[in-house]
C-alpha cells in the first residue's frame, strides 16, 4: 500500500480534466484507467503505432496506470482505500496495488443500455456503442446491412460511423419524436447550440449515403437460426407500444442497438455516495455526500463530453484543494457545467425509455444472458415471493447473479419486476472479476 496525492478512476474526457486540473496545482495524480489507453469511448484510441496521445499530453505529476482495474474501494478513517489489479485480464503476471488517498474522483463513465426483445441474444446483434467501437477503433463494420435502433442523438453518429467503413445502413430506427420532444424544452436545446454542427454533419453523411431516419419506430424482434437474418421494425404510439398492423420484416445481418446509457456505479455504490434517481449526487464542487470523494462525468448525469470534461476540471480542483493546493475558481468550467445540465435535462426529455418496451418481450424472451433467466420465469419468480428489494430478487429469481452482477440487465429485471433500486445491483464488495489467488494476496 501507498498513499497518493489525488486518485483519479477513469481516464475519459472527465478523468484526464480531473487528472490535468489537479496536476496543475502541483498535486502528484494517480490515473487508473482499465483500457490500454486513454480517450474512453468517445476519444478511444487503438493500434500500438498511434501512441497514447493523451498520455504524452499529461502533466509529470501524472501517472497513469494503463489496463489497471479497480476491484474494491474501502473507507478508511479520513480516507478510501482502493485495490487495483494492474495487467490485462488474461495477463498472468497482473499485480496488485493498494493506494491510499485523501482525495479520490470517481469518473468511471456508463455503458450502453439494450433492451430485451424476442431474438436480441442471436449472434450479429450488438450494443450501439460496440458497433461504433468496432468502426472507430479497428475499422470494422458489424455487417453489410445494418438496421440502427434505440433512442438518443448517440445513433446518428454510430449509423456515420458505420457507414465510414463500408456497411450499408438500412435504416435508423428512432423510438421517440425527437423534433418535439426538444422544442418542448427550447432553453435546454439551445444551451447545446455548440453541438448543431456535429448534428449538420451526420444527417449529411446520412443525406448521402440515402439512410432513412424514422422517428416512433423501434426493432421489436430478430430472426435467425444461428445469426440475425431480418429484423421485426414496428411503429410505435407514444407510450412505445407498437401500433397494430404496423410491423415490417428487413432483411439485415447484424443490428445495432442503443437506448441511452447506464452510469457504472460500483466504485461509487462501494465508496457510500448517495444515488439520487440512478446518478451520484453532488454539490457544486462535484463533491459527493462522502468526504474526499468527488464525481465527475456520466456518473452525476449523462450530458456528453463537453459537460464531463467540465465536471472533471472542476472536480479535479476540488481534489487538489482537499488535499493544500491553493485553487482558484474554476469560473469558466462552472458556467459550462450549468450551460451543459440545462441541456442534459432538455436531452432526458427528449428521448425518455418508455415503459411501452416491457410489452415488446415473450414469456420465453432471455432477460438476464449470464443465468438464461426469462420474462415468464422472472414474474413467475416474483409472483410466488414478496419481492421488496434487489437482493432478494436476485435470490428468488437468479438474474443478476451470472458473470457480469446484472451489468447488462439489472436495470431492465427491475423494471420488469417492479423494483425501484436499480442502482444495488452495482452494490458488491468485489467490482470486478478478480482470481481467487489475487484475493488471496490481497
Known amino acids: 500500500m501507498r498513499r497518493a496525492g489525488v486518485v483519479v478512476v477513469g481516464g475519459g474526457p472527465a478523468g484526464m480534466a480531473a487528472a490535468r486540473a489537479a496536476a496543475g496545482c502541483g498535486v502528484a495524480v494517480v490515473l487508473v484507467d482499465a483500457g490500454p489507453k486513454l480517450g474512453g469511448q468517445y476519444h478511444r484510441q487503438y493500434g500500438p503505432a498511434d501512441g497514447d496521445r493523451f498520455a504524452e499530453a499529461l502533466p509529470e505529476a501524472v501517472e497513469h496506470l494503463a489496463n489497471a482495474t479497480v476491484w474494491a474501494v474501502e473507507p478508511v478513517a479520513g480516507a478510501h482505500r482502493v485495490h487495483v489489479r494492474v495487467g490485462a485480464v488474461d495477463d498472468p503476471s497482473r499485480v496488485g496495488r493498494v493506494l491510499e488517498t485523501r482525495a479520490l474522483v470517481l469518473a468511471t463513465g456508463a455503458y450502453d443500455r439494450a433492451l430485451p ?8 446483434v450488438f450494443t450501439a456503442g460496440a458497433a461504433q467501437a468496432l468502426a472507430k477503433g479497428q475499422g470494422v463494420a458489424v455487417g453489410d446491412r445494418v438496421v440502427v435502433a434505440g433512442t438518443g442523438p448517440f445513433l446518428l453518429p454510430v449509423a456515420s460511423s458505420l457507414v465510414a467503413v463500408g456497411a450499408r445502413v438500412v435504416e435508423v430506427a428512432e423510438a421517440n419524436a425527437a423534433v418535439s420532444g426538444w422544442a418542448a424544452r427550447p432553453a435546454g436545446a439551445l444551451a447545446g447550440w455548440s453541438k448543431t454542427g456535429e448534428l449538420v454533419r451526420y444527417a449529411g453523411v446520412m443525406a448521402r449515403h440515402g439512410v432513412p431516419y424514422r422517428s416512433r419506430n423501434a426493432v421489436v424482434a430478430a430472426h435467425g437460426s444461428e445469426w440475425v437474418e431480418s429484423v421485426t421494425v414496428a411503429r410505435l404510439d407514444r407510450d412505445w407500444v407498437p401500433v397494430p398492423g404496423s410491423a415490417r420484416r428487413v432483411e439485415v445481418d447484424a443490428v445495432a442497438i442503443g437506448f441511452g446509457f447506464t452510469p457504472q456505479m460500483e466504485t461509487a455504490v462501494a465508496a457510500r455516495c448517495r444515488i439520487v434517481d440512478g446518478f451520484v449526487e453532488v454539490d457544486a464542487a462535484q463533491g459527493t455526500s462522502v468526504a474526499g470523494v468527488f ?12 459537460l464531463a470534461a467540465a465536471e472533471g476540471e472542476i472536480a479535479g480542483l ?11 475558481p474554476p469560473l469558466r468550467a462552472m458556467a459550462q457545467v450549468r450551460s451543459g445540465r440545462r441541456f442534459a435535462a432538455a436531452l432526458a426529455a427528449a428521448y425518455p425509455v418508455r415503459a411501452g418496451w416491457r410489452g415488446w418481450s415473450r414469456d420465453d424472451t432471455v432477460v438476464c444472458r449470464c443465468e438464461e433467466v426469462t420474462k415468464g420465469a ?6 410466488r415471493r414478496e419481492v421488496g428489494a434487489v437482493r432478494s430478487l436476485k435470490l428468488v429469481s437468479g438474474a443478476g447473479l451470472g458473470l457480469c452482477q446484472g451489468r447488462v440487465c439489472g436495470r431492465n429485471v427491475a423494471e420488469l419486476a417492479g423494483v425501484e433500486d436499480a442502482a444495488a445491483f452495482a452494490r458488491r464488495p468485489i467490482a470486478s472479476p478478480i482470481r481467487l489467488s489475487e484475493l488471496a494476496e490481497e
Open 117 to 124: 426483445f424476442p431474438g436480441w441474444d442471436l449472434p450479429g
Open 295 to 306: 464525481a465527475a462525468g456520466e456518473l452525476t448525469g449523462i450530458g456528453g463530453a463537453d
Open 318 to 328: 476540488a481534489a487538489a484543494k482537499r488535499v493544500g493546493a491553493v485553487v482558484d
Open 378 to 383: 422472472l414474474l413467475r419468480a416474483v409472483e
